[in-house]
């Protein structure tokens, strides 16, 4: 097993990036994206996840977090657990989504070929945790997933995507879920 991508030191903040299999675009629908801040909304308030930016996109994930009380491979764990059921029942029994049989056969595929799963997978293994040591690192990290959405071309400044924190960052308004604010 790699050591590269650890959580060493529970104290410190980590910026961690998490995708769903294949990098199957599932967050295209708000119905998706909102099971996540659900998830997460119940990690601050009964796991101690602290959140301090985050940005969904169609396929992947990035956030900085970190805890003060359990671990926060455990909290990533739980949250990836919850939210892979909650999305995969969310995903079958939508009607109208059109991709509904493929992408859960894709997930299905990607379960039986991973050996940790069942029969199903919904994220990728890794979180690929990166241990935030100065404020250079938190700017730059903050940036990039703030810009991530304007890079993909789904809105022209970071403050307009509505499923990130930019707007807590670049209007000092407050976004979809409580966060921390690095300033």
């Not at 769903?20 to 998830?39: A, G, P, Q, T």
């Not at 308030?45 to 926060?72: E, F, P, R």
């Not at 250079?136 to 940036?143: A, G, L, S, V």
């Not at 304007?150 to 960052?169: F, H, N, R, T």
Request: with cysteine.
């Amino acid at each position: 097993m790699s050591t590269k991508y650890k959580f060493r030191d529970q104290s410190k903040l980590y910026f961690v990036s998490f995708a769903v299999v294949y990098w199957i675009d599932v967050f295209i629908r708000n119905e998706y994206k909102d099971i996540l801040l659900d998830s997460w909304r119940y990690c601050q308030k009964a796991k101690g996840l602290d959140l301090y930016a985050w940005c969904i996109m169609t396929s992947h994930v990035h956030m900085i977090i970190g805890t003060q009380a359990n671990k926060m491979e455990d909290i990533l764990r739980d949250m990836k657990r919850h939210t892979s059921e909650k999305l995969r029942e969310a995903i079958a029994a939508n009607s109208k989504e059109s991709r509904r049989e493929w992408m859960l056969w894709m997930m299905q595929r990607a379960g039986q070929k991973n050996s940790n799963n069942k029969d199903f997978q919904f994220w990728q293994q890794d979180n690929h945790p990166v241990e935030l040591t100065t404020k250079e690192m938190i700017d730059q990290r903050i940036d990039y997933l703030h810009k991530n959405p304007v890079k993909a071309g789904l809105v022209w400044e970071p403050a307009d995507y509505k499923y990130s924190s930019g707007i807590d960052y670049y209007k000092q308004e407050k976004g979809l879920i409580e966060i921390q604010l690095l300033v």
